[in-house]
């Protein structure tokens, strides 16, 4: 930016700190909690945040949340900040589901953790980082559509490090399976295997999670791949050209192998009969194929990716309201009026 986004909000009467926290959260998230206003000030509780809040609130600022045990949410909403900040099309500002504000606060908690952090936030930060930086091609990059493609649309953080390597996030906000981490990984995987070297941090709140992510992620990147273990070649590369020795030598001799090769042999026959198998074969025997190039064809490059994966010991306020069993309402929430005074956090 070729302007200081800290000096609008200055001008209105917040001070540097307040000023700086309010555009974190515009950037990353839309929501807040104390607690996290707290750690940014690395100050607990006292009249400073109560000061912030009622400020924020004074101003048409802030929406607080209610969740019931008096606890709370503030949601940051006011129009003229995001513009002021430059970002004034943040969909950020716009109320959204339970599960979406969880993931926001997450998201918040994650970015407060590693504030020294390079971090990748903005769609066209990331398209440029990965393009320009990483020379990778523009169609690898995840995307869907909205009316244009929308890279990167999760919104999920980027942090690079200090010698250039990606850190991607996934933030698990509480999901019960692990279709929507299985979906993310199928879009990146194009862009991870690009990359010459990258990581990617799990976040989720639940044990639970984190043990189906790494499982989710072993069944897509798995350890084998090196050893071309595919749909064609189910029991690696290796055995299918041994198969292909063995079934020609067979042929050949008119039937004559030793028993190792036939026992190669019965186990290959009921795995490789599909035309593309056959294809080989014939290109196999006419000379037109050979080990080195059908190890090309199945062995994938090994993936350069460290996963790892944190449980943030931080808790979100977003289900005190629910009971077991009961749906999710969209009146379950409370929003407070502009002109209310809006409660503390205990």
């Known amino acids: 930016m070729d302007y200081d986004p800290i000096q609008p909000l200055e001008a209105i009467g917040y001070t540097p700190r307040e000023a700086s926290f309010l555009y974190l959260v ?10 996290q206003y707290h750690r940014f000030a690395q100050r607990e509780g006292g009249r400073m945040a109560t000061r912030f809040l009622t400020k924020a609130h004074r101003h048409r600022h802030i929406q607080v949340i209610e969740c019931g045990q008096k606890r709370h949410i503030y949601h940051l909403t006011a129009k003229p900040i995001y513009a002021a900040l430059g970002f004034a099309g943040s969909q ?34 990331k398209v440029d980082f990965f393009t320009t930086q990483c020379g990778v091609k523009l169609e690898l990059l995840p995307r869907s559509h909205m009316g244009r493609p929308l890279y990167f649309s999760e919104g ?35 862009l991870f295997s690009a990359l010459g070297a990258s990581e990617l941090i799990y976040l989720a709140d639940i044990e639970a999670n984190v043990r189906r992510a ?56 009921p795995l490789y009969t599909t035309l593309e198998h056959q294809a080989l074969y014939a290109a196999w ?15 994938q490059a090994p993936l350069r990716m460290t996963f790892t994966t944190t449980v943030l010991p931080y808790s979100y306020p977003i289900y005190t309201l629910r009971q077991d069993g009961q749906p999710e309402e969209r009146d379950a929430t409370h929003h407070e009026t502009p002109h209310q005074t809006p409660a503390m956090e205990a």
């Open 285 to 299: 025997k006419a000379g037109a194929t050979n080990a080195t190039k059908i190890r090309e064809r199945f062995q």
């Open 92 to 125: 950020h500002r716009r109320i959204k589901s339970d599960a979406y504000m969880k993931s926001r606060l997450m998201v918040l908690d994650f970015v407060l953790d590693h504030l020294d952090a390079d971090i990748l936030f903005a769609e066209m930060a």
């Open 26 to 35: 515009a950037v990353h998230s839309g929501y807040f909690l104390r607690r």
């Open 156 to 190: 999920f953080p980027i942090l690079v490090s200090s010698v250039g390597v990606p850190r991607f996030t996934f933030i698990d906000e509480g999901q019960v399976c692990s279709s929507r981490f299985e979906n993310f990984l199928d879009q990146y995987q194009p």
């Open 214 to 269: 790494k499982a989710a992620f072993e069944r897509c990147f798995p350890a084998d791949r090196m050893q071309g273990v595919t749909p064609l070649t189910p029991l690696g590369v290796e055995h299918f050209l041994k198969f292909l020795r063995a079934r020609q030598f067979f042929e050949a001799e008119g039937g004559g192998v030793l028993s190792s090769e036939l026992q190669l042999l019965r186990e290959g026959e």
